[in-house]
């Protein structure tokens, strides 16, 4: 087995194995066994957390005056969005050493977001074997120029707005209806467990929905239940486009893919405001979590640090979410060609064009 020495851009020298040698494995051997720990007393902290400040969302929305509920509806689906990355730990098993415990907790905390449970589990957890492969991965993926070139006019044009108004942050909605509520779309040892899910779903909104209209009306159904889900939505939108996207990060067919680099170069770490992160439970921390989907959520800061001392020159340099850097993202990854990276609409139009005489 080969080794080489890696110098990083603070010229602090790695002896690592060779690019093609990685396996996940070695990586997963260098983190401190207490990552993969699960500490039942945390995991229901952050249980308790988000609970506590959803209901203090709603509770703000209930006594705010119209001009403070814009600050209301962003902390409570901000906090909605925790309710989702409890569910995520207990999709990956990492909540509760109880599967059973995994399934009641990933559907309770799930419900309110009307997200089937068994169906993202099952969808996420493909996106995790097949990280940036083009063609597999069926998490925020490139638009490759083929594709495109084959849509008809009305489909390209809704595509084109869509990035060109950054519309980015309502891309989860349509990945949420179209992927998550066929059974039929699921292998037939799952399709049960769907069932399950959706039917729980649809058992929420048929209680709730009608009795928020009967009691609020249809102003308290938007005020106290849409308008939180969206901004829940722009927060899975932005954390799911910003964990894998930038003009530097590659898609890789089949032939030329390579899981380790996928999940350490591929994969993102984005800083955003403190606050979001406690809400969130450090969903953003993400390049552990592609490393091993065993490591729970509160303890994906310290395998980060190991990841950092031990793998530097295989990672992706960090971000910091701003207007800029979505910006930045729609403006550089709107088409994609197969071994070469990303273009713009701009690009793509000009290549089309015939050669001038």
Not at 11 to 31: A, C, F, M, Q, R
Not at 184 to 189: D, L, S, T
Not at 238 to 251: E, G, K, L, N, R
Not at 307 to 330: A, G
Request: overall charge positive; some cysteine.
């Amino acid at each position: 087995m080969t080794t080489s020495l890696i110098k990083d851009q603070e010229n602090i020298v790695y002896p690592t194995l060779g690019e093609d040698e990685i396996k996940l494995k070695h990586i997963i051997k260098s983190l401190p066994k207490e990552c993969f720990q699960k500490n039942s007393r945390k995991a229901w902290t952050t249980a308790i957390i988000s609970l506590t400040t959803v209901g203090l969302g709603y509770y703000f929305l209930a006594i705010s005056p119209w001009f403070l509920l814009p600050i209301a509806w962003i902390f409570t689906g901000t906090a909605l969005t925790g309710f989702f990355v409890i569910g995520h730990d207990c999709g990956h098993r990492s909540f509760a050493k109880r599967r059973w415990v995994n399934d009641l907790v990933g559907h309770l905390f799930m419900m309110p977001l009307i997200y089937p449970f068994h169906s993202w589990r099952i969808k996420h957890n493909h996106h995790h074997k097949h990280t940036n492969k083009l063609e597999e991965d069926n998490a925020w993926h490139p638009i490759r120029v083929e594709v495109f070139a084959n849509w008809g006019k009305v489909r390209q044009s809704a595509f084109e707005l869509f990035i060109r108004k950054r519309l980015w942050w309502i891309g989860s909605i349509g990945h949420w209806a179209v992927v998550h509520f066929n059974p039929g779309k699921f292998q037939k040892k799952d399709q049960a467990s769907i069932k399950l899910s959706v039917g729980v779903v649809i058992a929420f909104a048929a209680i709730v929905f009608p009795t928020l209209i009967l009691t609020t009306g249809l102003w308290g159904f938007i005020k106290f239940w849409f308008i939180p889900w969206m901004v829940y939505h722009f927060w899975m939108s932005t954390f799911t486009i910003v964990h894998h996207t930038t003009a530097d990060v590659p898609f890789k067919t089949a032939d030329k893919w390579n899981e380790v680099l996928a999940q350490l170069f591929g994969t993102i770490h984005c800083d955003y405001p403190r606050w979001v992160e406690v809400l969130c439970h450090d969903i953003n921390v993400h390049v552990p979590h592609h490393i091993s989907t065993a490591i729970p959520s509160y303890n994906l800061r310290l395998a980060y640090k190991s990841i950092k001392q031990n793998w530097r020159p295989f990672l992706h340099k960090e971000c910091k979410f701003s207007w800029d850097l979505m910006k930045k993202i729609t403006n550089q990854c709107q088409l994609y060609q197969t071994d070469i990276g990303y273009i713009t609409f701009d690009e793509y139009y000009a290549q089309k064009q015939p050669a001038r005489k």
